[in-house]
């Protein structure tokens, strides 16, 4: 859970997850910072997966923290992603897909992906995917690119990030939309488990499965 203020806006940061039916250890894992600027990411391991993921997940915070200063140059994520890549070979992999509240007056935001993991843009338009799909590889499989994306968050938009494990269930964006919209009548942190509860209304899903949501307001 994260909630900042910068100049009289709010930034909300509020995530998820759900263990696979009969697993003992979730192979996703999510982080979500308030300092040095908000910023929040998911991983979805494979292989040694668990801790696949948490390497991933440590790495990045430490990357992003220690250059800061390149929050907002989509090429600075796309050398993340790579050096994270580097830093799991050998090992297990995971999917990635982050972002960071780079001007929080202004409503910018700039992230990256890596494997099938995907960010979502809610707004009065509608659903729309942001993160570019065919990212040939994920973390550690020594192919991850950094597919980048940056957008400017309107007062009634959100930001969502998803392992596939919660948007593949989901199906159609009209439930998507509606999911979201109904939770909204509620906190704003309710939108991530509304979503869980959505992709798995029987129980327990076939899969891991994250989500973050973000809004500047």
């Not at 799991?88 to 993991?117: K, P, Y």
Request: charge should be negative.
């Amino acid at each position: 859970m994260a909630e900042t203020r910068a100049r009289g806006k709010i930034v909300e940061c509020y995530g998820a997850t759900r263990l696979q039916g009969g697993r003992l250890a979730n192979e996703d894992t999510f982080i979500i910072e308030r300092e040095p600027v908000p910023f929040a990411a998911v991983f979805d391991g494979a292989g040694n997966a668990e801790q696949a993921a948490l390497r991933a997940a440590r790495f990045f915070k430490t990357l992003l923290t220690d250059q800061i200063a390149k929050v907002a140059d989509p090429k600075a994520w796309e050398n993340w992603v790579r050096l994270m890549d580097s830093r799991l070979m050998g090992g297990g992999q995971s999917t990635f897909v982050g972002m960071a509240a780079s001007d929080i007056e202004d409503g910018q935001v700039v992230g990256a992906s890596a494997g099938n993991s995907r960010a979502y843009l809610i707004g009065e338009n509608g659903v729309r995917i942001i993160s570019a799909e065919g990212s040939p590889g994920r973390l550690g499989s020594g192919r991850a690119e950094g597919k980048t994306f940056s957008l400017k968050l309107g007062h009634h938009d959100m930001l969502l990030l998803m392992s596939d494990g919660a948007w593949v269930p989901i199906g159609s964006t009209y439930l998507f939309r509606k999911t979201v919209m109904s939770a909204l009548t509620g906190h704003f942190s309710e939108v991530p488990q509304a979503i869980l509860d959505a992709a798995y209304p029987c129980g327990d899903p076939a899969d891991d499965a994250t989500v973050v949501a973000l809004r500047i307001c």
